[in-house]
T-cell receptor
Framework: SAVISQKPSRDICQRGTSLTIQCQVD?????MFWYRQQPGQSLTLIAT?????????ESGFVIDKFPISRPNLTFSTLTVSNLSPEDSSIYLC????????????FGPGTRLTVL | AQKITQTQPGMFVQEKEAVTLDCTYD???????LFWYKQPSSGEMIFLIY??????QNATEGRYSLNFQKARKSANLVISASQLGDSAMYFC????????????FGTGTKLQVIP
């Protein structure tokens, strides 16, 4: 498995501002994933971040709204820009570990509330 | 069509009893992986168990076992000897293909363990 930390654990932000979420892993990983979980909903993949290249975004998610950085093999950031109340969600990063199982392990999540 | 279907929005189980959480999946890829995650009210996603499409035996991890019926495309989670701490949301998920592929999550089942 992997130990993953996220900062901040929660935040309350004003409409129109931005929040940057950090994800740190205790080992080097090739791919990192960012998910959104809206209230009462399941997880939706935002993008996949590979070190040294631009992130790959899923349908419905764009780089201007969710810019991602991946400066090295243990760290990534997700910024949620121009916040609106609809962005209130839990944001989770994950990494894939295990050559045979390719299991994704998740960080503790960042709970964002937009007023 | 939904790739992962969890038909039980909520379940109750008596403490110390066993409970089965249903999951069916849809894929035409012969290589896939099935996962179950637990999400307590704190929001973190905890990996429970993995089943590969080529695995001959049902996966087991402590009190968790996966009832894998490939022909029926079902991957039900069985929790034996339920504990109060098992109260949480449970998500079934699937990855099609191998390595760094998108993981699709079901809508989840909320399990409540009754003392």
């Amino acid at each position: 498995s992997a130990v993953i930390s996220q900062k901040p654990s929660r935040d309350i932000c004003q409409r129109g501002t931005s929040l940057t979420i950090q994800c740190q892993v205790d080992s080097q990983v090739t791919m990192m994933f960012w998910y959104r979980q809206q209230p009462g909903q399941s997880l939706t993949l935002i993008a996949t971040a590979n070190q040294g290249s631009e992130a790959t975004y899923e349908s419905g998610f764009v780089i201007d709204k969710f810019p991602i950085s991946r400066p090295n093999l243990t760290f990534s950031t997700l910024t949620v820009s121009n916040l609106s109340p609809e962005d209130s969600s839990i944001y989770l990063c994950s990494v894939e570990v295990g050559q045979s199982t390719d299991t994704q392990y998740f960080g503790p999540g960042t709970r964002l509330t937009v007023l | 069509a939904q790739k992962i279907t969890q038909t039980q929005p909520g379940m109750f189980v008596q403490e110390k009893e066993a409970v089965t959480l249903d999951c069916t999946y849809d894929t035409s890829d012969p290589s896939y992986g099935l996962f179950w995650y637990k999400q307590p009210s704190s929001g973190e996603m905890i990996f429970l168990i993995y089943q590969g499409s080529y695995d001959q035996q049902n996966a087991t991890e402590g009190r968790y076992s996966l009832n894998f019926q490939k022909a029926r495309k079902s991957a039900n989670l069985v929790i034996s000897a339920s504990q109060l701490g098992d109260s949480a949301m449970y998500f079934c998920a699937m990855r099609e293909g191998r390595g760094y592929q998108k993981v699709t999550f079901g809508t989840g089942t909320k399990l409540q363990v009754i003392p």
